[in-house]
């Protein structure tokens, strides 16, 4: 599968974006899908991660309740709503996605076989 991100731009704090990554080749539906974001001189973090077919969310604690992941099966398409932005949310953010993850990975971005280009994302204060 080859996935597209796209979204990312600059935004006041407590703004709002929302993030996409296309799937082409293969249903996303059949995928784990997650996204991570790197900032400068920082290592790559987990952001969040939608499972399979029940839909399963992930987060990580310092986006929970403030970014929202879901799917579009007819669109192929995962979003990340990203609501009330805080600066220490600038980063470059990338989406994964993985046929055969088990959940204990999820978070785990050296488990994920597919990857898009990252998408920069700035919150200015």
């Known amino acids: 599968v080859q996935l597209q991100a796209s979204g990312g731009g600059l935004v006041q704090a407590g703004g709002s974006l929302r993030l996409s990554c296309a799937g082409s080749?293969?249903?996303?539906?059949?995928?784990?899908v997650a996204w991570f974001r790197q900032a400068p001189g920082k290592e790559r973090e987990f952001v969040a991660a939608?499972?399979?077919?029940?839909?399963?969310?992930y987060y990580t604690d310092s986006v929970r309740g403030r970014f929202t992941i879901s799917r579009d099966n007819a669109k192929n398409t995962v979003y990340l709503q990203m609501d009330s932005l805080k600066p220490e949310d600038t980063a470059v953010y990338h989406c994964?996605?993985?046929?055969?993850?088990?959940?204990?990975?999820?978070?785990?971005?050296?488990?994920?076989?597919?990857w898009g280009q990252g998408t920069q994302v700035t919150v200015s204060s």
């Open positions: 939608i499972r399979r077919s029940g839909g399963h969310t």
């Open positions: 994964a996605a993985d046929l055969t993850i088990i959940l204990s990975s999820t978070t785990r971005g050296d488990q994920y076989d597919y």
């Open positions: 080749g293969r249903t996303l539906n059949n995928y784990v």
